[in-house]
């Protein structure tokens, strides 16, 4: 009786493994040509900031950043067609593996870098532009526990510093940098660089 039980418990997990899964990795396959352009792209990108990258392979194998950013946008797929809880089981196996988290529901542009990357946390209604930098142990969190937009928005070519921390529904817009362990509570044009906590722009 226990086997049987067993047995059915294994089929009706293996079930909802594939209805949550196969039709995520079917399109992923459809796409697999714009997939393969971008993971060449990230590749690439790393290899250009990181002077300690000798080979694509390493980066592969090792950089966990990239790790997380590749897991995430799957995670986003199965997000994006109602699969949640299979989302978040990616999510926090990511998390597990590499020590970064980011909600399934952020939305992430390319060339997104993260290097070292332990302590890194992406809120669910966070969006962040092309070609960001951010350092370990930054936060782009709410401060309200509510529905709707309540994490940073963040525009492209952005540098967040180690420990730094961007809070609630701001917008933080292109070329922006901030200051390592700074605290940003408002939105911040353009091109400048904010430093302190709370932040302030310095130039």
């Known amino acids: 009786m226990e086997h049987r039980k067993s047995s059915i418990i294994h089929m009706a997990a293996g079930t909802l493994a594939s209805a949550m899964f196969l039709p995520c990795l079917v ?9 393969s352009e971008t993971l060449r792209d990230e590749i690439r990108m790393v290899r250009d900031y990181d ?8 980066v592969i194998l090792t950089y966990s950043g990239l790790h997380a950013v590749w897991l995430h946008r799957w995670a986003n797929q199965l997000w994006i067609h109602e699969h ?3 989302a978040q089981f990616v999510c926090q196996f990511a998390r597990v593996l590499t020590g970064i988290e980011i909600h399934p529901a952020a ?4 060339r997104l870098l993260i290097d070292h990357g332990t302590g ?3 809120g669910e209604t966070a969006v962040i532009g092309d070609d960001v930098v951010i350092y370990q142990g930054v936060t782009l969190g709410g401060v309200k526990n509510q529905p709707g937009w309540r994490h940073p928005h963040i525009g492209n070519n952005v540098l967040f510093g180690a420990g730094a921390a961007a809070l609630g529904a701001i917008t933080i817009e292109d070329g922006v940098k901030v200051g390592a362990h700074s605290v940003v509570l408002s939105d911040v044009p ?4 904010v430093v ?7 130039r």
Not at 51 to 58: K, L, N, R
Not at 196 to 202: D, E, H, N, S, T
Request: hydrophobic share 40%.
């Open 190 to 193: 353009a091109g400048h660089t």
């Open 84 to 86: 949640q809880l299979a």
């Open 51 to 58: 002077p300690s990258i000798t080979s694509d392979a390493q």
């Open 107 to 110: 939305k992430i542009g390319k």
């Open 120 to 122: 890194v946390v992406i």
């Open 27 to 35: 399109r992923l396959v459809k796409r697999r040509k714009e997939w």
């Open 196 to 202: 302190g906590a709370p932040a302030k722009i310095v």
